[in-house]
């Protein structure tokens, strides 16, 4: 017989006896559960019927059954489990809310006082859960207070887990889990319930799931949090979880993950988040942070849609409420930074921060752009983001795209990000980037070919600041206007001059700009780099005298000679400004050119149009009263005719300027001074200096060191950084040093296993007799990990097994070796080896004890030779066959041929032949 198989038919086989404790029936049952305990005496019938008991009468009738609850005496009522509850048979309903005093939430709280490592095992299809309370399933690392998993029984999917309190009691106190819902198997739906207070909410290692309705991080009223109520992960999807469903447009469906340390982390392709407040309250109108709220480490996923209630709010969050970690996903309709309104900033850290490739926020079709405001920064690329698109987003604006909710930078692209394009020349590809305090685009740090195409950029800081050797940062077709400094700045900040030749470097190669020799009402002429294109625009009359290109006009190509020429393809009323910019064949783009009137142009100071119409006022009353002398007119009447005479030709002069195109009147007005605001932390520091980051995972006992390395250079004075440190269990702790580099155990902190912890760099100087300060804005937070809880996906391959009953673990293969523990059922180990008969398995339990156990109690990987290369081993040999005693324990009993008695009428024992 094949290994595969004897593993299958050994575990079948044990699982077989729990199946027909009780007699079949093929009715559809309603057991009622009547006692609190745990107890199980072999029947659940009118005199007492535990939990445990319904259970197993319903997993021996084949079926559908109800299981409902009658306890006497007032709620709630708390089962200390013993051991976990497994459901084996399909379509059972398990019904919490059947029992009085039920009003929403639950009254049967299943406890299992963080001795018992599983609440309730779902090894079968088609069950419900509804209206229970799961707390304190805490034993291992693999502990849950539900696991759906059909294992040999093939079982495990369309189950549903509904109006449950995971990880909170019937009071609403936390009592988390390790993992509040674990699933193994797919097709699986969670909704309507409280998951808070556990180490990961809910985590999927199988595909198209359906989780929807929840409070995740929340206290039950969705109203507010602490840290109690806190998942370290609201929802995990490991790699293979894919097609799941988070979410959805009826507001029914939206989850309220807020609270979390992060809200979702998504390691698998194609699952769709949608119609979720991430990091507010219920209503959508105060933050309820996470750490951070969505995390993208896989393909293909939907975050939001183009729909109606398709897209998410992610506000709120400390950190960033988006991170795209890996490719091609795509961000469509959602709200990032704002309250549910899209009218007020309820700001994330970081909007969007982009590590991966060919991802597209927004969209050119209806309902696709996002609203990206109120943040610290809108969007982020670092490098390695290449390849990404931001098309058709508000960027800075309420949802209307009319009022401001700035965010204090818009776009970053740094560190050598390459081919990311904003806004695109196609219909409704650009973005609108306004109101926001810095630049409304930074492209700098050796980034380059990154497109900035068809947007329209107003009344930001500077509208678009490319520096420090960021080159190829093609800049066309825009409509920049309004921003308090430049329109385009290459390098440092204001109007770089033209160099003879263009010989200087810099940001886009410091392209000199065009310069413009005739304007007229018909088209332009002027000079640029050979070959480079030119694009004329409409200026708004920038007070730096150098743009914005408020709309643009037209393009030519400058010949071999310098020379362009672009005839204008509507007429351009005289005394319009125009300016113009240049794009090398490279990409590089010039700043605008000094602006242009065209045609004749009459400009007349404001102050004229007060003078005029009063001075010919005057000068008609003094005309008039002279005239007068000649004529029957008294002197003062002479003069009140001269002076209506001249109020008419200066109302009349004041008219003309008005309407005559070729009369400018200067209105009051001056430059203002762009005062950029502090700058980030990681502004100084360099990307990929920061270790550890991007969550690596430590063992216990090692201590890790923080370290981060300076890029820029640093203001002048004495400085120092600080580290701020958080973690489980509401940990906030800070340190500083003079150094770039900090141990963890300079914290004097005991880590939790498996637990997250986070920091960030905070640099300071002294203000002043040792007043330290800080001069940046405090930055992201980076993750470690200390310890590790098992990865889902990788069960078969760490060789993981589940006790289906409570085996007794040996010093060797033989049931007379001693005894070295017993694993209670629903725990786990790993298979370090086999002994050659494949009966039996070494395994490393929790503890780090390694002992043996019968394989025929243990369900795990049909092959572990073949699937994880677990070794055979030879173990002590077995001594002489030992007598048939009433006194063994029912592995010896059966080795010596004796039968297991395990009736309903007193203690279990050996009936010896």
């Known amino acids: 017989m094949k290994r595969g198989h004897l593993f299958r038919l050994l575990g079948l086989a044990s699982l077989l006896l729990a199946l027909f404790a009780f007699p079949p029936s093929v009715d559809a049952s309603t057991f009622v559960v009547n006692a609190a305990d745990d107890v199980d005496d072999g029947a659940c019938d009118d ?105 040999v029984l093939g079982g495990g999917e369309n189950n549903r887990i509904e109006k449950n309190y995971i990880g909170v009691d019937a009071s609403g106190t936390p009592g988390g889990n390790v993992y509040g819902v674990m699933l193994w198997d797919a097709r699986n739906i969670i909704r309507g319930n409280v998951i808070s207070g556990n180490v990961i909410g809910i985590l999927s290692a199988a595909e198209k799931q359906i989780i929807e309705g929840n409070f995740i991080g929340t206290d039950p009223t969705g109203t507010g949090t602490s840290p109690g109520f806190m998942n370290d992960t609201g929802i995990m999807l490991q790699a293979g979880a894919d097609s799941t469903r988070i979410g959805g447009a009826d507001p029914s469906k939206r989850n309220l993950i807020s609270g979390n340390n992060m809200g979702i982390d998504i390691e698998s392709e194609r699952n769709e988040i949608s119609g979720n407040f991430i990091g507010t309250n219920l209503s959508g109108d105060t933050a309820l942070p996470n750490l951070n709220g969505i995390s993208v480490d896989g393909n293909f996923n939907l975050i939001g849609g183009p729909n109606p209630g398709e897209g998410n709010l992610i506000s709120g969050n400390h950190g960033q409420a988006l991170i795209l970690g890996q490719n091609s996903n795509a961000v469509f309709g959602n709200m990032i930074g704002t309250d549910f309104s899209g009218t007020t900033d309820l700001p994330n850290f970081v909007g969007i921060n982009v590590f991966g490739e060919e991802n597209i926020i927004g969209g050119s079709a209806p309902g696709e752009g996002n609203v990206i405001s109120g943040n610290e920064v809108g969007i982020w690329f670092p490098q390695p983001a290449n390849d990404n698109s931001v098309i058709g987003n508000k960027i800075g604006t309420s949802v209307d795209g009319a009022s401001a909710v700035g965010n204090n930078f818009g776009i970053k692209i740094l560190w050598g990000a390459h081919d990311n394009a904003v806004g695109g020349l196609n219909p409704d590809e650009g973005n609108l980037i306004a109101f926001n305090t810095a630049e409304g685009i930074q492209i700098g740090y050796d980034s380059y070919d990154n497109p900035v195409h068809g947007n329209t950029i107003h009344t930001n800081g500077i509208g678009i600041w490319v520096h420090t050797d960021a080159l190829r940062n093609s800049i066309r077709r825009n409509s ?58 409409v200026s708004d009359q920038d007070p730096s005298g150098h743009g914005e290109g408020r709309t643009y006009i037209d393009a030519a190509t400058a010949d071999a000679g310098g020379n362009f020429t672009i005839p ?105 001074v762009y005062e950029p605001p502090m700058a980030i932390c990681e502004d100084y520091l360099h990307p990929a200096g920061f270790s550890p980051s991007g969550g690596a995972v430590f063992e216990i006992g090692d201590d890790p060191l923080l370290e981060w390395s300076i890029m820029e250079s640093l203001p002048e004075g004495q400085i120092r950084w600080r580290v701020d440190l958080i973690g489980p269990e509401n940990l906030e702790l800070s340190q500083t040093t003079s150094d770039t580099e900090l141990l963890f155990s300079s914290f004097d902190v005991s880590p939790l296993p498996g637990r997250r912890y986070y920091w960030r760099v905070v640099g300071e100087i002294d203000g002043g007799e040792g007043a330290f300060e800080p001069f940046c804005t405090p930055g992201l937070w980076r993750s470690f990990q200390l310890g590790s809880l098992p990865q889902m996906e990788g069960h078969q391959e760490l060789c993981l097994y589940t006790a289906i009953r409570s085996p007794i673990c040996r010093a060797s293969d033989y049931v007379e070796a001693e005894q070295i523990a017993v694993l209670q059922h629903g725990e786990s180990a790993e298979l370090v080896a086999l002994n050659p008969e494949l009966t039996h398995g070494k395994f490393e339990l929790a503890s780090m004890e390694q002992c043996w156990i019968s394989l025929g109690v243990m369900e795990g990987p049909e092959d572990p030779v073949e699937t994880c290369g677990v070794p055979i081993v030879d173990p002590e040999p077995k001594p002489a066959e030992m007598a048939c005693s009433p006194d063994l324990d029912q592995e010896a009993c059966e080795a010596s041929g004796g039968e297991w008695a395990a009736g309903r009428v007193g203690a279990p024992s050996c009936i010896c032949p």
């Open 568 to 672: 204008a393809f509507f007429p351009i009323a005289s005394c319009t400004r125009v300016t113009a910019t240049a794009t090398d064949a490279s990409g590089n783009t010039s700043e605008f050119s000094e602006n242009q009137i065209i045609g004749f142009c009459l400009i007349f100071p404001w102050p004229w149009m007060i003078l005029i119409p009063f001075g010919l006022i005057g000068l008609g009353a003094i005309g008039g009263r002279y005239a007068g002398r000649f004529t029957a007119l008294s002197p003062r009447g002479s003069a009140v005719v001269g002076a209506l005479i001249g109020a008419v030709l200066g109302a009349v002069l004041l008219t003309l300027a008005v309407l005559l195109p070729e009369v400018e009147i200067e209105l009051p007005g001056g430059a203002q």
């Open 47 to 151: 005199s007492h019927c535990s939990l445990r008991e319904a259970i197993d009468a319903a997993n021996a009738n084949p079926g559908s059954d109800s299981i409902t609850f009658d306890i006497p005496g007032p709620g709630p009522h708390v089962i200390l489990m013993t051991d976990m509850l497994t459901i084996s048979d399909d379509q059972t309903r398990i019904d919490g809310s059947s029992q009085s005093g039920y009003s929403g939430s639950p009254v049967i709280v299943l406890d299992g006082g963080n001795t018992i490592c599983r609440g309730l095992w779902i090894a079968s299809n088609d069950n419900v859960i509804v209206g229970l309370s799961f707390v304190r399933f805490n034993c291992t690392a693999l502990s849950a207070a539900i696991h759906i998993w059909g294992g």
């Open 480 to 537: 920049i206007y309004g921003n308090t400094g430049l329109g385009i700045d290459l390098g440092t900040v204001g109007v770089n001059p033209n160099d003879p030749g263009d010989t200087d470097m810099g940001a886009n190669a410091l392209l000199n700009f065009p310069v413009i020799t005739s304007a007229g009402t018909t088209g332009v002429s002027g000079t640029a780099c050979a070959g480079c294109v030119v694009e004329l625009f």
